[in-house]
Structure formats: C-alpha cells, structure tokens
C-alpha cells in the first residue's frame, strides 16, 4: 500500500475502502450494512498481519475512512466514530 499526501483520501488503503463504500452505496446497500460488510472484509485482512504497527496503522485508516465515509452520508455510529477517535489519540508510531 501507498501513500502519495497526508490527507484521508491520499492513500490506497482509503481509497480501496472508499471504492467499495460507494459500489454498496452504489447497490442500494444502507450505510449500516456497508459499514458491517467492510470492517468484515478489512478486519480478516488485517488478521493475517505480524507486525502490530501495521497492524493499527491500517486499522486507523480502515475506521477514520469509515467515519468520513458514514459522516458523508449523515450515518456516523457511535462505535466508528469511538474507534476512529480512539486509534487518533493512540497513534501509530509511524512518520
């Protein structure tokens, strides 16, 4: 994966989770349900990892993406945005 800026939307993992948001939104899927296929389908992915800071570094782009993907569509969830919020403070110990 790569990243070519420091905004949300400049980095592959975002815009592959962006890409398929709007295909489900695209299919008439609710906000609720994209939200539950993409986690399902990342969070698999993200199981396979051995290093733990790549490991939240992607997690933090997976919820942070889905929190502005959900606010874009007036759907936060408390559990996203608590995530999202929660892996920011945390960090990743990468520059």
């Not at 948001?21 to 296929?37: F, Q, Y």
């Not at 800071?53 to 996203?80: C, N, P, W, Y």
Request: charged residues 35%; negative net charge; hydrophobic residues 35%.
């Amino acid at each position: 994966m790569g990243a070519w800026g420091t905004g949300l939307w400049e980095d592959d993992l975002s815009c592959d989770i962006q890409d398929e948001w709007n295909e489900l939104m695209d299919k008439g899927v609710s906000p609720r349900k994209a939200t539950k296929i993409i986690l399902k389908s990342w969070q698999e992915e993200f199981s396979d990892y051995d290093d733990e800071e790549d490991k939240q570094a992607d997690e933090s782009i997976l919820f942070i993406s889905l929190a502005g993907l959900q606010m874009r569509h007036k759907a936060l969830t408390a559990s996203v945005k608590k995530k999202a919020l929660q892996l920011i403070e945390k960090g990743t110990g990468k520059v």
